[in-house]
């Protein structure tokens, strides 16, 4: 891209305009509705491009970013090996509707990182993974109840929206219009962090191993290891949403990291490097209920598209268990500068963290569920906060129920700058 060109072609641009603009052709003005700001209030920045930790917005505005793409980007923005693998893949042709060296390498690189992921098949988003888990799951227990937990967020397919945390949460909604009784009759939703009683009608309990769609909960001692055993004694299908901890919490992702072995796995986000992509993945025994093996349908025009591959096989071959240990470090780094900045000046804040995942709450102590998440949330601190860091040209989520998203290009003179801006901002609260 000739960069003083697009600089120019930019400049005449502004945040409110492009909006305004933006609102007439986009429902709310945005492709995913946290972006539109409503939460939070305000205009949101149009972004122009971005590299490493920062984000660039089209009136030059220079950001620290802790969005991330809410977290494919775990190598920072536009790093040179992901850019130059999907130019090279671009080159070749963009998509054939036939398989590719590309997609059998990256179904290799995901069942070599996870012990209990035999088989994967890529599609192109975190939701056509879980929909298509909850599908397997099914038709692999000829059964047709599935419990989910609140808070949780699991993408938009109808069965799973209820009770969902993310941008549902943030509009204060318990579910979706245009979702019918009958898609959700099937949905049990239970508390998080508590082991639900289950019975033999169930074909799976789906879970975030980390919830990370309510701010950051972690699950407590027992929860995991308590939804396995329920699950294997009557036979239902234990389901890690990996979407966000995949390959964002440690090399294998949660079933790692906790050393629990789900039925079915989902990925998203990190194994596409910033392009569409998603995966679920399990035993053999389960993944041939997949057509064309058998009668569970599923595809895609694009699902293993050579740009999104790969750009996940250039990003997954930089997460190497060394490269975990240095997330986690910046993590550590941010969450005791923030921690200490909010306590000097007095704001009862916490700054949760499992491994290299991050979450900000304006409350004593961290929620464990979706309720006392939500009473949190809702306080209203979180708006200000994020609109006194974004003055100070530091980007968190619009929103109070995301994440933090740290990547590998984020370095202490980010990490100070973040801090500094925080205590300054936290004496302003
Ligand atoms: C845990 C989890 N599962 C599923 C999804 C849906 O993924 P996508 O937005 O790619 O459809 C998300 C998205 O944020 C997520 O956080």
Redesign the pocket.
Known sequence: MNTAASTTAASRLSNTALFGRAEMVIPGGVN?PVRAFGSVGGTPYFVAQAEGAYVTDVEGNRYIDYVQS??PSILGHAHSAVTQAVQNAAALGTSYGAPTHSEVRLAEEICGRVAGVEMVRLVS??????MTAIRVARAATGRDRIVKFAG?????CDALLVAGG?GIAQQGLVGSAGVTEGAVADTVVAPYNVVPTLDETVAAVVV?PVA??MGLVEPVEGFLEGLRVACSEVGALLIF?E??TGFRLCFGGAAQWYGIRPDIW?F??VIGGGLPM?ALGASVAIMNNLAPLGGVYQAGTLSGNPLATAAGLATLEHLTTDAFRKLVDISTYLQQGMTEAFEAAGVAACVPRVGPLLGLFFGANPPTDFDSAKAICDNGIYAKFFHKMLSRRVAFAPGAYEAIFTSLAHTETELDATIAACAETAKEL
């Open positions: 995913s809410y977290g988003s975190g939701t056509e993974a879980t949780n967020y699991h993408g938009h993310s975030e990370a769609n949403d979407v966000i989902c998203g986000k998603g």
